[in-house]
């Protein structure tokens, strides 16, 4: 399928790129369809990563999910996941040792069934600045308005890379089981361990418009660490295969 470019004002257009996304995975809440993989591998870095991808979400339903839905754990005591509710609100929540860690949720809303957006978070929270340990972008434009903005303390780890039950298409709760299921397409997801990036590292705008933002070929140009990980969906018969060299490959359920 096709991926559209995106202006930033989030209406899909057929303008035509140099870079043309041939696949995209769709992840139908029904199913209870994940991704799932185990990271034994100790991490590039301990505290810095960045997650890129770009989601259409599925149509508005009264519970569940309607967007993307994705996580680290080792266990229900330190968990980290990123999700958007049903009030098409960006959700992040955390816990470190049993202790909440982090308690974030946008203002702004994400909920068109139409339109493919470019969603960025960059962690790093080695950082001085609070605000600066978990940047937000949708479309290249960085979320900065919250209802609720509490983040990680400076230089805890971050559940995503360190020692993590990586997971994509859900997320875990209290008692560790999973909910929230995805109900949304995936496309182009980069994952990358041991540097905090920016959205121009996997897209930039159209050469005929400043409002047109678009995916980019940037595999040869990332350096994704040990636990790195890019899923092009490319393969219908191994849906979790790593592509971008390191063999980190996810088991797929339902999909």
Known sequence: ??????????????????????????FNRADEAILTRTQSTSPTHDDKCTMSFWFKPGAQTATGGRGFSFGGSTDATSRWHFYIETDAQLYYYGKLGGSVNMTINSTSMYRDPTAWYHYCVAIDTTQGSAANRVRTYINNVEVTAYETATYP?????????????MLIGAIRGGSYQLYNYMDAYLAEVHFIDGQQLTPSSFAEYDDDSTTIWKPKDCKADLTYGTNGFYLEFKDSSALGDDTSGNGNDFTVTNL
Do not use: H
């Open 1 to 26: 399928m096709p991926l559209p470019t995106i202006p930033s004002g989030n209406v899909a257009s057929a303008l035509p790129t140099g870079f043309n996304v041939n696949n995209s995975l769709r």
């Open 153 to 165: 303390s400076q230089n805890d780890n971050c559940p995503l890379v360190k020692d993590a039950n």
